[in-house]
């Protein structure tokens, strides 16, 4: 750690701070669902975009703001939908007004990129494409060199890229308007590489893993997502798949994001019926400085969600401080020789403050880790519970 302290004590201008935005799984239609231009159906209620996001919306500015849309994007109701109890497809219109609400880098590799086909997968492609403001969407592709490659691109004087891995994945078809996505699994370390080997400035690597509504992290998964942040492939991992928040970890002078939960999605279920370990998605503000050897990670601000299902917002009061409560405890079960789990001090606006050590942003002044939840047992009860779709 004493390396990203003397990094963070250099000074650092408006131009050397960079603020990426992290938020989670993300789509505009309930299953099977009708496509509308006007917006997304759930529950015999239309819901536009902007609407759907209003709540959230002062939360999604930033330089770099990424969510995992995990989707099928087309206007066609001619594709065949693949034999799946959820099968998800949003109209392109929706996805627009995700990028005016700020959102300017989208994950496409997840376990329903495929919904419909092939086919569909390059809907999705051709129409992410072509959205106004959206600088990267990596994860899918009509060949594996495709699928695979980063998306990069240029912002304030440096290069960003950012690469996508999914599950469920598989087919690679290099028909005309078709695409298939990779196998987190199987080519989890082949993608890592590629965007390693990428001469950027700040890398980012998305994964779609893991089990559903488990907010504890296998220790496979910990190790090979911390290698690659400390080994520099990565300066933020981002997890999603589990409908859960997981734990933030600092790796060397790098993030990793173990899970990110849902942030809006009219596919999913309110999360509101589960427990305290599993009733809120976590969207992350990440400020990262630059020094002499590159970029780190100087602060990390923890929004807990509400309302993923329908009209995403921040929590507040007591609900967000016990939700901060939980992020912490998952956050002390991560770390390791050259890692810190991240604990997040409660703000005023409902968010938590992670500070890095010599810190220069004015909030970090006096800054120091919360001690452990009065209510600690309770909460590694709830966490450790076995939970399915089906049991709760």
Not at 57 to 67: E, I, T
Not at 257 to 284: K, P, S
């Amino acid at each position: 750690m004493l390396a990203l302290f003397f990094i963070l004590m250099l000074p650092a201008q408006a131009d050397e701070r960079l603020m990426v935005v992290l938020a989670g799984d993300t789509g505009l239609n309930a299953s099977g669902a009708p496509l509308d231009a006007r917006g997304g159906w759930k529950g015999g209620q239309r819901v536009a975009g902007a609407e759907a996001l209003a709540g959230i919306a002062p939360w999604l500015q930033g330089d770099v703001v990424f969510a995992n849309l995990e989707t099928v994007v087309t206007d066609r109701s001619d594709i065949a939908a693949r034999d799946k109890m959820f099968v998800f497809r949003m109209h392109p219109q929706g996805v627009r007004e995700f990028a005016e609400a700020g959102i300017n880098v989208f994950s496409l590799a997840n376990n329903h990129a495929l919904d419909y086909g092939t086919r569909g997968a390059g809907e999705t492609l051709a129409h992410v494409a072509a959205v106004p403001g959206l600088r990267a969407s990596p994860g899918l592709g009509r060949t594996r060199d495709e699928a695979m490659r980063p998306h990069v691109f240029e912002l304030r004087g440096l290069t960003v890229a950012v690469s996508a891995v999914g599950n469920a994945g598989g087919g690679l078809p290099a028909r005309e308007g078709h695409a298939g996505m990779l196998q987190e699994r199987v080519d989890f370390s082949e993608v890592a590489a590629r965007l390693k080997a990428e001469a950027a400035d700040l890398r980012i690597l998305s994964v779609h893993y893991g089990r559903e509504f488990d907010p504890l992290t296998d220790a496979a998964d910990v190790e090979r997502f911390r290698r690659v942040a400390a080994g520099g492939g990565a300066t933020i991992v981002a997890g999603h798949h589990a409908h859960v928040a997981k734990g933030v970890e600092i790796s060397g002078s790098h993030l990793v994001a173990y899970g990110l939960g849902n942030f809006l999605h009219l596919g999913t279920q309110n999360m509101a019926r589960f427990d305290i370990c599993r009733d809120f998605g976590l969207l992350l503000r990440v400020g990262l400085v630059r020094g002499e050897t590159g970029l780190a990670v100087e602060t990390v601000e923890a929004v807990p969600l509400k309302g993923m299902h329908l009209r995403v917002a921040p929590m507040d009061g007591e609900a967000a401080r016990l939700r901060l409560e939980v992020l912490n405890y998952l956050g002390r079960r991560l770390g390791g020789a050259d890692a810190r789990g991240l604990r997040f001090r409660p703000q005023a606006d409902g968010s938590g403050l992670w500070c890095a050590d010599g810190a220069a942003d004015a909030r970090c002044a006096g800054w120091t880790e919360p001690e452990a939840s009065a209510r600690e047992a309770e909460i590694a009860a709830a966490c450790g519970r076995v939970v399915t779709r089906g049991n709760f």
